[in-house]
């Protein structure tokens, strides 16, 4: 990340290069192969300060995010070792990363007013495709590798909603393939296959297996992740949300069901923090009792010692009189 550099203009510099060498990269593939898609403004709205604020507050906002994650992972792991109350992050923290979303969300609409044409659709998919390839790309230099994967796919579901997510969908059949290794090559064995060759039946066999296996839909893998800190991530298939809003449209103008959506996410976060509140009192009354409890005891226990040291004490009195 940037922690080095200390000023926004040192920032600025470093990405406006970042920006000059990815799109000269991107020139070099596009000769190589004229399929590949660059919108021919795409070099001139990239120098623009509208591109240049989309890319910073998108970086601001992944790393903020990134940050409560991991804090949220530290915390969720203090939790389970220690008794008493779970140790929670601020609603100021969870609040910063709405606030960071929306001011994506206020440029993001800049830009769709300036650059989209909405009676051409081919032209603006092929425009805004290009700019989030394009950003993740620029991103992909400031980030740690192993970030990495986590940032280019929250970057992708803020631009097109979680069932959607083309590289997480990605990532995870890469994931799928190399646990189930094998499975994808079945379709060759099968045109290969020799009914008279016992090692031919072994292997298809067992690539059968290997095949059943395998998850049937990704959706269900998609729906895996649990994630209260990013905005707007609603778990449904691609069916249910093939009328969906993404989050950068949502978060400005929110349909009734990502409204309600909104309302019950606020709705658990009050009682989350109304029941932590209840059970701090609980626990409070419960010590208060407990020690009232202790010190009843101990007062009982000295007492009988009183009166045992004083029966023994005038037992030895009698005796020595006697």
């Not at 000269?24 to 240049?52: C, G, V, W």
């Not at 007013?113 to 009676?119: A, E, F, P, Q």
């Not at 079945?186 to 298809?204: A, M, R, T």
Request: proline share 3%; net charge positive; aromatic share 10%.
């Amino acid at each position: 990340m940037l922690g080095q550099f200390h000023s926004k203009y040192e920032i600025d510099d470093l990405f406006r290069k970042i920006i000059e060498d990815k799109y000269e990269l991107m020139q070099r593939t596009k000769a190589d192969n004229p399929n590949l898609l660059l919108p021919k403004d795409f070099s001139k709205f990239i120098t623009e300060r509208l591109f240049m604020d989309l890319l910073l507050t998108i970086y601001d906002y992944c790393v903020e995010l990134h940050k409560l994650e991991k804090k949220q992972a530290i915390l969720d792991q203090q939790s389970k070792e220690r008794i008493g109350i779970a140790p929670k992050l601020l609603s100021s923290e969870t609040d910063k990363i709405n606030l960071k979303l929306k001011e994506i969300s206020e440029i993001y609409s800049k830009i769709l007013l300036k650059k989209g044409t909405y009676n051409i659709i081919i032209k603006d998919q092929k425009f805004f495709e290009t700019l989030i390839y394009f950003i993740t790309q620029v991103l992909k230099e400031v980030f740690d590798k192993s970030d990495y994967k986590y940032i280019e796919e929250e970057i992708n579901r803020i631009f097109r909603t979680n069932p959607f997510n083309l590289l997480k969908r990605k990532h995870i059949n890469e994931k799928i393939e190399q646990k189930h290794y094998g499975a994808r090559d079945y379709k060759v064995i099968k045109h290969d296959f020799n009914p008279d060759d016992d090692l031919s039946k072994n292997e298809l066999i067992q690539r059968i297996l290997t095949r059943r296996g395998m998850p049937k839909s990704i959706d269900r893998e998609m729906m895996v992740e649990k994630s209260n800190l990013k905005p707007f991530f609603i778990k449904s298939t691609r069916c249910a949300a093939i009328n969906a809003r993404s989050p950068l449209i949502a978060i400005m103008l929110p349909s009734v069901k990502e409204r309600l959506f909104q309302m019950e996410n606020e709705r658990k976060q009050m009682a989350s923090k109304f029941t932590q509140k209840q059970k701090h009192v609980k626990d409070k009354v419960e010590f208060w009792i407990q020690d009232l409890e202790n010190r009843q005891t101990r007062i009982k226990s000295e007492h009988e010692n009183n009166h045992d040291k004083s029966k023994i004490k005038n037992k030895g009195s009698q005796s020595f009189c006697q």
